[in-house]
């Protein structure tokens, strides 16, 4: 069911602003839409349905290479017209408004909030690397969301070591708890989403995700 | 919580999954894509990806078998074996890679581990240390497939690779390596006791009880493990069913 393509000919576009594995996410998608293209210009952003924000390395680096390209504020526009963009990992923390790692650096502050080193008292291993579980923070928000999974259990693959911390309740759209330490995984308003956690990399129920996405177009 | 990540390491050579013993004696073990997509669907949480002769030979990466392989992998896939530029890596993400183990390339050029940490982010960065012991509680860096010493000392190559900026280590034992009698637990721990960073144990898995005394008793943050896989001792998923009937958090 999961191999099913029958979500229309809307088009897909993932954004290169540097270095990424690009691969990844665009097999990922290819599972559910043959309409998914990679661009690095603003044409092929406005020629979109709805973007995905991929993204590895350092804060300043991500926002400096959406600048290279001319993307910055062709994102913010794309957003606010309403059609669906999912971040992911680093493109889920540049949706925020600024990030503290290496220096203060302005995001694109389409989700009120920052990003932060996880806190000292965290006995564990920096960066956080592994599979761990997400939940809603409250039972029922996940209900039309791109995280609506029937009630299951789902556990997904991090690889961070600074968290996302939005400035109003309302757009946590999931927890997960590291070393007992509670940390919010994925945030929302309307049509943005951002995960932490990488779910083209999360075996099925990552692709649940990420078919949910491609269901919105 | 921290879940132990259970992985699979696949040796290639040519075309081939091969199984080396102690380095040497390569037996065929299988086609990659259909180990590394059985052990996808079996619950594996990554896959380990060594090309075990690109670093040997000087020779280049296969990027096209690389890519054929990861196309229906959904977990996280490093790949390593003659990693050599900011391009080879590169070209390994644009193919199906999401993390890089370099060894050989580091020991000649340790700044190479802060170039790659700084592009590409410590997380992409797997510092693969295949060690030897030469004396009690000693181990020597090699390099090239186990191949070629080094007269560096494992463990203070690996407090450098941190140091530079990797974000893993992944420790494999050269005389435990294919003969399935146990990690070298002083090895792991050696590592393990200090490094603020995750471990990836690898050599010398053989049954149940090795894996959950490398994890328990030397503290691995992962387990990697091929023979057992390979040759059927048990499966991924046999596995992690055991270890968290042990009380070891996994991902079931």
């Known amino acids: 069911m999961l191999d099913s393509k029958n979500m229309g000919n809307h088009r897909i576009a993932i954004i290169d602003y540097g270095l990424s594995n690009l691969y990844s996410i665009s097999k990922a998608l290819g599972r559910f839409t043959d309409n998914v293209f990679i661009t690095d210009e603003l044409s092929g952003l406005n020629s979109a349905d709805a973007v995905v924000l991929p993204g590895v390395g350092a804060f300043e680096e991500g926002m400096k290479g959406l600048e290279a390209r001319g993307l910055t504020e062709g994102i913010k526009k794309f957003a606010i017209s309403g059609r669906p963009i999912l971040g992911i990992c680093l493109g889920a923390q540049l949706l925020l408004s600024k990030g503290y790692e290496f220096g203060v650096f302005d995001g694109l502050d389409l989700i009120k909030g920052e990003v932060v080193k996880f806190p000292e008292a965290v006995k564990e291993k920096i960066p956080h690397i592994g599979w761990n579980e997400i939940y809603p923070p409250e039972s029922g928000q996940w209900n039309k969301t791109i995280f609506d999974f029937s009630g299951k259990k789902a556990n997904m693959y991090f690889i961070h070591s600074y968290i996302m911390k939005p400035e109003k309740s309302e757009n946590i759209l999931a927890l997960t708890s590291y070393a007992g330490f509670e940390f919010c995984s994925a945030i929302r308003q309307k049509n943005i989403y951002g995960c932490q956690f990488h779910p083209e990399k999360s075996a099925e129920q990552g692709l649940g995700i990420i078919k949910n996405f491609v269901g919105l177009v | ?252």
Not at chain 2, 50 to 64: G, M, N
Not at chain 2, 116 to 141: D, N
Not at chain 2, 174 to 186: A, H, L, N
């Open chain 2, 1 to 252: 919580m921290k879940n132990i990540r259970v992985i699979p390491l696949l040796h290639i050579k040519g075309p081939n999954v091969v199984k080396p013993v102690q380095t040497e004696a390569l037996r065929i073990v299988g086609d990659p894509k259909e180990l590394a997509e059985k052990y996808y669907q079996d619950g594996a949480d990554e896959i380990i990806y060594l090309d075990i002769v690109a670093s040997l030979y000087q020779r280049s990466f296969d990027f096209d078998l690389l890519k054929s392989v990861s196309r229906d992998i959904f977990v996280p896939f490093t790949v390593g074996g003659g990693i050599r530029t900011i391009q080879d890596i590169k070209n390994a993400l644009r193919v199906g890679a999401d993390k890089v183990a370099v060894n050989t390339h580091a020991i000649k050029n340790p700044d190479f581990l802060k170039e790659a940490a700084r592009v590409f982010g410590s997380q992409c960065v797997v510092l693969f240390v295949e060690a030897k012991k030469i004396e009690e509680g000693k181990w020597e860096a090699y390099t090239d497939g186990g191949r070629e010493k080094t007269g560096l000392d494992a463990v203070e190559w690996a407090k450098r690779g941190v140091d530079l900026g990797v974000g893993e280590i992944l420790i494999t034992s050269i005389d435990r390596d294919g003969t399935q009698k146990g990690y070298e637990s002083e090895l792991v721990s050696a590592i393990t006791s200090w490094a603020p960073i995750s471990v990836i144990a690898h050599g010398g898995a053989g049954d149940f009880q090795t894996a959950e005394d490398v994890i328990l008793r030397n503290k691995a943050d992962a387990i990697a493990l091929s023979s057992s896989f390979h040759y059927k001792n048990f499966s991924v998923k046999e596995l992690k069913e055991r270890l968290f009937s042990k009380g070891i958090d996994v991902r079931l």
